[in-house]
Nanobody
């Protein structure tokens, strides 16, 4: 079955950096569109970043210039480098995979930006 396992969340001070990883299994990773979404308490889930099989990327407006998504097909892993973090980046971050006309989700990892 498809599994997406996120890691790397935690507590960081405003202005700091954090890197998330998502290891995928059960899909042909190299052809999957991978993404990161987030959901803050009381808010809807929103797109953070996506990366296609051809390495095209797009970002949510609130993270452009601060976050970078990348992928390593040899490791079946997608990454999210988050810089200049703000308190409003606090949320549960979810890894997603779009493969064979289906969407799959990880269990989420908490990112808290606070002093």
């Amino acid at each position: 079955q498809v599994q997406l396992v996120e890691s790397g969340g935690g507590l960081v001070q405003p202005g700091g950096s954090l890197s998330l990883s998502c290891a995928a299994s059960g899909i042909i990773f190299s052809v999957a569109r991978m993404g990161w979404y987030r959901q803050a308490p009381g808010k809807e889930r929103e797109l953070v970043a996506r990366i296609t099989s051809g390495d095209s990327t797009n970002y949510g407006d609130s993270v452009k210039g601060r976050f970078t998504i990348s992928r390593d097909n040899a490791k079946n892993t997608v990454y999210l480098q988050m810089n200049t973090l703000k308190p409003e980046d606090t949320a549960v971050y979810y890894c997603s995979a779009h493969f064979s006309w289906n969407d799959y989700w990880g269990q989420g990892t908490q990112v808290t930006v606070s002093s």
